[in-house]
């Protein structure tokens, strides 16, 4: 997931780069002046650990995301803010919780750390999200959670993950962490639903280097996440807000350290300040790759327009797992880098005795997709490289 590194000087390769063209890299985070700025005065300000500019990113997203009573806490990753989502739904040792194989294997990591065991399901064709009918076919009575990802930034069949959560009295966690900021129906994802988890890590649309957050249906369980949050410490987090201390507290669990800092906060309120350029440039970027790219017979594009969505990464289909590796390889021979999301976790050993269903359509996407670069500022020339290097390949 990290930003890719052109292939080393003096590798062979099938078509010599081009001398001038800079390499491509498939991720490139905003990292500009405003982001220095905002971490000096933070640094400056000299309170580095859980602080008011972690109060302040949390008020903040909550305003963006039109969260209104439903509170979020901010986290030290994404993957914290999952993990916390599973404790909350209640996931331990004998629980099942129904996932898609194909997605970060993150998520399936922040589910089996409770003990609970991951079921696979499998996807939908055009967005890549849970298909609900092969979630609901892996249900027994061990299940106790389904988490549901939004991937690449387009929501997933809400409406079906929670009529069938409903129906069978489920928890649901929403993986966000690709869609901070898309809609769903009219509403930002985060602002409806159960347990949804963001991630700001470094290359998500808005980055605190790492860090997430978690935003729960009611204030029901607000007393319990602060106290996972922060080493089961009971009431340490309201000072901390004001830049200080409290000195006598109780612990009253087993927690986490999973807080995050002032100096991560301050980056992502300097972010979340941008998200909007952000988003409208991704989409933008992600209609002209549509668009140039529908010349080209041999690629699938995404079914979208991008309207309401807040795009994290870009991701063609190709035929198959062999024109993937050719085309890939010869991409990077031209400089341009590109990325795999995702491999379907069913093939790694830790997870291979998790498949419960039929995969198909997992085990097909995880072969065909090929993610092509995408930044929150781009220029033409870059995408015209990008898509000139793969109608080069199949012309
Ligand atoms: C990035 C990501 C995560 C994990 O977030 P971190 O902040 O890296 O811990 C989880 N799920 C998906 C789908 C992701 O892309």
Redesign the pocket.
Known sequence: ?DTATPSPAGTPTSTPPIPTAPPIPVFRPYLGPEVHEATTAALTAGWIGMGANTARLEQELGAYLGLGERPILTTS????A?HMAAVLAGLGPGDEVICPSF??V??HQAMSQTGAEVVFCDIEERTFGIDVASARSVITERTKAIMA?HFSGIPCDLDGVYALAKEFGLRVIE?A??AFGSFYKGRRIGSIGDLVAF???PV?IITTL???ALVMPDRAAIQEAHELRLIGVDSDTEERYKNSRTWEYDVVRQGYRYHLGSIPAAIGLSQLAMVETFIRNRQAYCRTYNRQLAEIPEVKTPDTDYEDLAP?IYVIRVADGETRRALMAHMKAQGVSTGIHFLGAHDFSFYEHCRRSDLSVTDRVSEQVITLPLYSFMDDRTIDRVVGSIASFFG
């Open positions: 997931m990753s994404g993957t914290a999952l997605t970060y993150a998520g990802v993986d962490a690709h991630s700001f890590g998500k790492e860090g997430g994290f």
